[in-house]
């Protein structure tokens, strides 16, 4: 089931009240245009973005909103290679993916694959440890 971004912005608000913090309009409109923008922004882009819609959001608002959603477990954070952290809605339960980051365009490709989940655990059984958590990403080049 997807989420909308009704659903996800209501969670937040949720999990920034126990921490006495509160859905500002600033932060409402971040997050709207991170959720809409399907992840992997960093935060000069997601600024630029939300500047289209309000001049008036400076970077520090940003980078501090981010900041506190990552806290809060409800965006990841990533490094593919290029420099610069982006970030991507967490959406409550939702399922592990990997990436794919083309070394030409930088575009930056999710994924999931059973098999590849599957042999992780077996890499890590045969060396007698528990796999708890994971990041793969495949820098490959485009073909088209």
């Not at 309009?25 to 245009?33: A, C, E, F, K, S």
């Not at 339960?93 to 694959?113: A, K, P, S, T, Y």
Request: proline share 1%; net charge negative.
């Amino acid at each position: 089931m997807a989420v909308k971004f009704e659903q996800w912005s209501k969670h937040v608000s949720e999990q920034l009240s126990k921490k006495n913090q509160r859905m500002t309009p600033q932060r409402h409109l971040i997050t709207g245009v991170l959720f809409d923008s399907n992840g992997h922004l960093n935060a000069d882009e997601l600024h630029q973005r939300v500047r289209v819609i309000n001049p008036t959001v400076g970077h520090a608002t940003v980078y501090r909103t981010l900041k506190l959603l990552e806290e809060h477990h409800l965006v990841h954070s990533h490094k593919f290679g290029d420099g610069t952290v982006r970030y991507e809605v967490s959406i409550g339960g939702d399922e592990h993916h990997d990436h794919l980051v083309c070394n030409d365009c930088g575009e930056i490709i999710e994924f999931e694959n059973e098999e590849i989940e599957q042999l992780q655990h077996k890499v890590a059984d045969d060396r007698q440890f528990r796999l708890v958590d994971h990041s793969m990403v495949l820098y490959a080049d485009c073909l088209r």
